[in-house]
């Protein structure tokens, strides 16, 4: 790397040293456990490349900024290549440029900090973001990766961190023990991933729980006439009550047990199976087939 691309990345002493100036103390309620291991966001922004010409790599939560700093490195050499973070914490959002000028002098220019929150924002100054890079906060992942890709369709990949347990799920296919609305909501929208595990032990304040990495490819939706949103209500309703049958856990979406089963069976798919074991395409059909039914008497 040329010396106008050199970045310092932020060990343990600096990430402490800095939220120590800055007054933050660590908080539960944002989920905010920092990076401190310097491989860490390394192996991360090797992850979402590699980045072609023109790349926006969106990161939510940069926190002090130790991902920021690994991607801006992985992104120095790819012309037009840049990375765009938001960060909800006004006051962690005000310092990044400023720890990013300090140690990334050479390309303070190929990064935007935007102070927002993430499950609110709608737009990037302008910006169409391709690729998505996170350290995510444990409790409001899955909503923010799932507003994200709905919002922008230019996101076409992404890698993310997130506790293991949620990772799991994420990942998961039908017929999995922990496969649930998270995994079927993103299979939606792409193909996840199991990517590698993180040990508690590179955050600070440390977890109590691990965590791992969740690659994700988009692909296109189902093919079908029914919006995602009709879809994703009858992901809800199939797993709402996930032990049942679909005949009964989809009673009161259907108006009826009888509806439900006509429903399902117009979809081709037995009334007497269960959510759990339901690809994303057949709950699309399953969606279909309510509205191409909805002239008849369902009840």
Not at 172 to 195: D, E, F, I, T
């Amino acid at each position: 790397m040329s010396a106008g691309h050199a970045v310092r990345l932020l060990g343990a002493g600096d990430v402490r040293a800095i939220a120590a100036r800055l007054g933050v103390r660590p908080t539960k309620k944002l989920g905010q456990n920092f990076v401190v291991e310097p491989g860490t966001v390394r192996q991360i922004a090797t992850l979402a490349g590699p980045f072609a010409p023109g790349d926006v790599i969106l990161e939510v939560g940069p926190g002090l900024g130790s991902l920021t700093l690994a991607l801006v490195e992985a992104a120095a050499p790819v012309p037009g290549a840049r990375v765009v973070a938001v960060e909800i914490d006004p006051v962690l959002a005000a310092e990044l440029p400023k720890t990013i000028a300090d140690r990334a002098p050479g390309l303070a220019d190929r990064a935007d900090v935007i102070p927002a929150d993430a499950l609110g924002v709608t737009s990037l100054e302008g910006k169409a973001p391709t690729a998505l890079a996170a350290n995510l906060p444990y409790n409001v992942a899955v909503p923010v990766v799932l507003h994200l890709l709905a919002g922008f369709p230019s996101i076409a990949r992404g890698i993310v961190m997130v506790q293991a347990e949620v990772a799991d799920r994420m990942c998961a296919g039908p017929g999995s023990r922990v496969y649930g609305v998270p995994s079927a909501k993103l299979a939606w929208y792409a193909q996840a991933r199991l990517a590698g595990t993180v040990p508690r032990t590179v955050f600070w304040p440390v977890p109590n729980v691990d965590s791992k990495l969740v690659a994700f490819t988009r692909h296109d939706p189902p093919v079908s006439a029914a919006s995602r949103t009709e879809v994703f209500t009858v992901i809800d309703a199939a797993f709402g009550q996930r032990r049942k049958t679909l005949r009964a856990a989809l009673s009161s979406w259907a108006g009826s047990p009888d509806a439900a089963e006509r429903i399902v069976r117009a979809a081709g798919v037995s009334p007497g199976a269960r959510g759990e074991s339901l690809e994303i395409a057949e709950f699309a059909r399953i969606a279909q087939a309510k509205a191409s039914l909805a002239g008849g008497r369902l009840q």
